[in-house]
């Protein structure tokens, strides 16, 4: 799932989704808790972010291709995770020694998040305590965070790529 | 100046906040919900004033989009007079110290435009809070948080209830609960494990 397009060639894989958000429609949360409260599962704004995070749950494995700014995710793809909450619940569990929401069929994920942008090493060290706290809240088993220039986004991700297809 | 980051911002925790931080404000107040479409606004108002107060929610353990796109639209419209910057943000764990990052980013956003940073009031349990016995415990803090402001004797704030972890769950459950049935949503439907799929 990448803010801003990326050559891959998938192939014949049907269990390799590859998601473009930059060409997408998808609005921004206005905390409703209408997906907690009123149609659990299911965000009440029906734009493309509704078929993006049935494919996020169910990823056992996933790439997540962002631009950083001010230490955390840009606005393409900060908006899609914000708008991903249908896939928790309301209720609080205790995880990890924390009040965290309960998931529902959220599937425990590796994930590499390919960080870009011409980030300073304080960018660098906010962003991994960012990512620390979304393997909680966002189900990652493992994580591994790659920073990269813009340049250098394509190549990255068809390493990460090759690594899947082994 | 006071401005609520909340994507609710009208129907918001973070505007109740505001309105607790007025109260004790010895300082003229005013307060404004960034839209998609005010930011240069907003930035105009700036200003006029020596303290600017962020209000907002956790969202995805960091800033809502909303007040992400705003920083970046200051960013490149900065004012000449630069306020100071404090920030009152809430999250609904009972953990306070979940808010952390997104202060970090705060903070880094402040430091790299040459932005003062003022207070910090870290709030946990936000979301119900003000409705519970505890809502001494915020107001209290936030009441520090608005005489820090007013005295520029800026500090750095935490609060959040006094509950043991498996109790904040409990009551966190009632709560939701409660939230469910004025939409006629029983507990077992919220908790549903199916996403998307048949309602």
């Known amino acids: ?137 966002m189900n990652f088993g493992k994580y591994e965070i790659v920073f990269v220039t813009e340049h250098e986004v394509e190549k990255t991700v068809q390493n990460e790529f090759k690594k899947w297809e082994k | 100046m006071i401005i609520n980051g909340s994507p609710r911002a009208p129907k918001s925790n973070s505007r109740k906040y505001s309105e607790i931080f007025i109260k004790y404000s010895k300082l003229q107040c005013d307060y404004f919900n960034i839209t998609k479409s005010n930011h240069h606004e907003l930035i105009a108002e700036m200003e006029k004033y020596s303290d600017v107060v962020i209000v907002f929610p956790l969202y995805a353990d960091s800033l809502p989009v909303g007040l992400l796109n705003f920083l ?28 952390c990052v997104a202060v970090s980013m705060i903070r880094y956003f402040c430091r790299h435009n040459n932005l003062p940073m003022g207070s910090v009031l870290m709030l946990g349990s936000g979301e119900a809070i003000l409705d519970t016995p505890f809502r001494y415990i915020a107001v209290r803090a936030i009441k520090r948080l608005s005489e820090s402001v007013n005295k520029r004797n800026y500090k750095d704030l935490t609060a959040t209830m006094p509950l043991p972890k498996w109790l904040f769950k409990m009551a966190a459950r009632s709560y939701w609960i409660r939230y469910g049935k004025k939409f006629g949503v029983s507990e077992k439907e919220m908790k549903r494990m199916e996403i998307e799929g048949n309602m």
């Not at chain 1, 708008?83 to 619940?89: E, G, K």
């Open chain 2, 72 to 99: 970046k639209n200051l960013e490149t419209n900065l004012p000449k007079n630069r306020p100071v910057i404090s920030i009152l943000i809430n999250c609904g764990f009972l953990e306070y110290e979940q808010n």
């Open chain 1, 1 to 137: 799932m990448s803010d801003r397009p990326i050559n891959v060639k998938i192939g014949e894989n049907k269990d390799i989704k590859y998601i473009d958000l930059s060409s997408m429609k998808i609005a921004n949360c206005v905390g409703c808790f209408g997906c907690w409260t009123k149609t659990p599962g299911k965000c009440v704004i029906r734009d493309d972010a509704a078929k993006v995070y049935p494919f996020i749950a169910e990823s056992s494995s996933v790439i997540y291709v962002s631009h950083v700014k001010y230490g955390g995710y840009d606005s393409v793809m900060k908006t899609m995770i914000e708008r991903a909450i249908p896939i928790q619940q309301a209720f609080i569990r205790i995880h990890q020694g924390e009040t965290h929401h309960v998931q529902r069929n959220v599937a425990t994920k590796d994930a590499v998040i390919i960080a870009y942008g011409n980030t300073d090493s304080e960018e660098q060290e906010i962003f991994r305590q960012l990512v620390e706290r979304n393997a909680r809240n």
